[in-house]
């Protein structure tokens, strides 16, 4: 007969699974969407250079120029120019990440700083997918595994009384 622990064990390993499975898939459209943001926040800086440029500055002797200004408008513009070319620059070194990593620890780069409007955009967007790739079996073996392990540990406390009540008898 098997016995219920097996039982709680396997479905969790299965939830696990399924869970795990779908890390890969996330990634992809994750990394997707992170092509198309890069490449706007590429033109919003670049423009912004060539404008600097066009007026003989360099971009921080620009936004230096619109913090030296006085005029809160372009102070607010200076603190907005800066955190569009912080989030370039972040979007683009996630985008060498994922270049460089191997398929199969790309989900890894997602728990480790994603950009949170990315993020976000493919969360609602995201359709679960049956990960047939070496990399997505691999993340569902993983979750599998995983799950296994927890649900073992998480019944371990029961098994122990249930041995005690056993022997008192």
């Known amino acids: 007969m098997i016995r219920i622990g097996t039982i709680f064990a396997l479905a969790v390993a ?7 499975s779908q890390a890969p898939e996330f ?4 990394r997707q969407r992170l092509g198309g943001a890069l490449d706007e926040m590429a033109q919003v800086v670049a423009d912004f250079d060539a404008d ?8 921080e002797e620009a936004l ?7 005029e809160p408008f372009l102070a607010d513009r200076s603190r907005s120019m800066r955190r569009a070319v912080d989030r370039f620059e972040h979007l ?19 728990v480790t700083g994603p950009d949170s409007k990315v ?3 493919a969360w609602n967007d995201f359709e679960p997918a049956v990960s047939v790739t070496p990399h997505g079996l691999i993340w569902t073996a993983a979750g599998a ?4 392990g927890a649900a073992r540990l998480i019944a371990l406390p029961f098994r122990r ?8 008898r």
Do not use: W
């Open 64 to 70: 230096a120029a619109y913090d030296a200004a006085g």
């Open 52 to 59: 600097a440029a066009r007026n003989g500055l360099q971009r």
């Open 119 to 121: 993020a976000g955009s």
């Open 145 to 148: 595994l995983g799950g296994f």
């Open 27 to 30: 990634a992809q459209q994750y």
């Open 92 to 110: 683009s070194a996630q985008a060498r990440r994922f270049e460089t990593m191997p398929a199969v620890l790309r989900p890894v780069i997602l």
């Open 14 to 20: 299965a939830a696990g699974g399924i869970a795990t």
């Open 161 to 168: 009384g249930r041995r005690a009540i056993v022997r008192g």
